[in-house]
């Protein structure tokens, strides 16, 4: 079928009187039209080609005098044997919404090139967002504004940044993973369970019979913020080694992210740098998180060190402005010089700068500016800055150009902005993170 053949067909599709009353209807006519496509021997392993399939006005009056929009996003991606297959399809449902056109499409100039960090291989341009590094039992005050000592009692909660930041892909429709190590023992079959609950794969998990699950004491003061106390001599954590990893699991990663905590102990430390040597050959995007807890590394020094020994190897960074202040060495963490000279490097895609409840700023080869945050009422920060990562990621691993655009990327940054704040309106971090239907009730209002 020629490319002209093509246009006739489908305008011939839009012009028959198809009035789905339901999402799951309207999701078959979807995928009836990509096989009858197929079944008239369009050539859909062409790199080349593009398909665009559009379920015009009477689809959309179908639903609109319902007052519910579904958008519907489709991913093909290339399988050597059998050719394009539809792998999933997230309908996100808003009340009120009034769209006039739906377009549901693939186009394979969207798939990553070689300079896009894919090596050339459309197989890599699955969605997924592996997470490497630690999860933990995160012990909160019942009560904010006491120390330690004085808390009457704490409730559990599961932690880890990086674990964190997986729950909220998943919790956002994404596609997310975990790596790491946790004991074998109740705390650590419970993390693993409760990652399996949230959707995100957990068979990179391994379990320590010699060491514990991590536990860290998290104190919240009467503003929300954070002290913490860790309890790791060693955790299971740590002791990930090399040949534990899952090879596949990483290779099959659009983004593959990580913060600093993994690079502080061996063998966690090879093993962490291994994962990343492994995902940049594989044409992962990397992603860095600081995420500074100095009360675990042996100095001041040996953090910033540490810190700053993989700085110049990941694709996007995202950083506060207290750790600014940390890594320069006392500069002014709002001054953008600062930012650009110290902190920007050549390879960098994108640098992100997140200010609590003020928004962030973002960095580019191209262009710099900032998103205003979201006001809310602080109950707990905990997992604020991971809620932030999880969706502004969740937006790239869709769209890994995202950030050559600054208004995509301020409506993603807003979008990740909004998922902070939601977060510390509740208590602990993985039973904090937004779903999208959330977020997006903010963002109706903004």
Known sequence: MTRTDRKRYITRQEKKQIKPKTPLTAFCVLVVSVYELKSRGENLESESESIKIIIFDTFCKTIKGETISFSILLHLFKSPSQGFHPTYCLFSVSVDCDFSLYQIHTDMADIPTSDDHSNGNPEKFNSLVVCFGEMLIDFVPSIAGVSLAEAPDFKKAPGGAPANVAVGISRLGGSSAFIGKVGDDEFGHM????????????????????????????????????????????????????????????????????????????????????????????????????????????????????????????????????????????????????????????????????????????????????????????????????????????????????????????????????????????????????????????????
């Open 191 to 446: 993390l693993a369970d409760i990652l399996k609950e949230n959707k995100v794969d957990n068979s990179g998990m391994r379990f320590d019979q010699n060491a514990r699950t991590a536990l860290a004491f998290v104190t919240l003061r009467s503003d929300g913020e954070r002290e913490f106390m860790f309890f790791r001599n060693p955790s299971a954590d740590m002791l990930l080694r090399e040949s534990e990893l899952d090879l596949n699991l990483i290779k099959q990663a659009t983004i593959f992210h990580y913060g600093s905590i993994s690079l502080i102990d061996e063998p966690c430390k090879s093993t962490h740098l291994s994962a990343m040597a492994i995902a940049k050959k594989s044409g992962s995007i990397l992603s860095y998180d600081v995420n500074l807890r100095l009360p675990l590394w042996p100095s001041e020094d040996a953090a910033r060190k540490g810190i700053m020994s993989i700085w110049d190897q990941a694709d996007i960074i995202k950083v506060s402005e207290d750790e600014i202040t940390f890594l320069t060495g006392g500069d002014d963490p709002y001054d953008d010089n600062v930012v650009l000279k110290k902190l920007f490097h050549s390879n960098l895609k994108l640098l992100l700068v997140s200010e609590g409840p003020e928004g962030c700023r973002y960095y580019t080869q191209q262009f710099k500016g900032r998103v205003p945050g979201v006001k809310v009422k602080p109950v707990d920060t905990t997992g604020a800055g991971d809620a932030f990562v999880g969706g502004i990621l969740s937006n790239l691993a869709l769209d890994t150009n995202l950030y050559k655009d600054e208004a995509k990327l301020k409506e993603a940054l807003l979008f990740a902005n909004v998922c902070g704040a939601l977060t510390v309106t509740k208590k602990g971090a993985i039973p904090a993170m937004p779903t999208r239907d959330e977020v997006h009730k903010i963002l109706k209002h903004k």
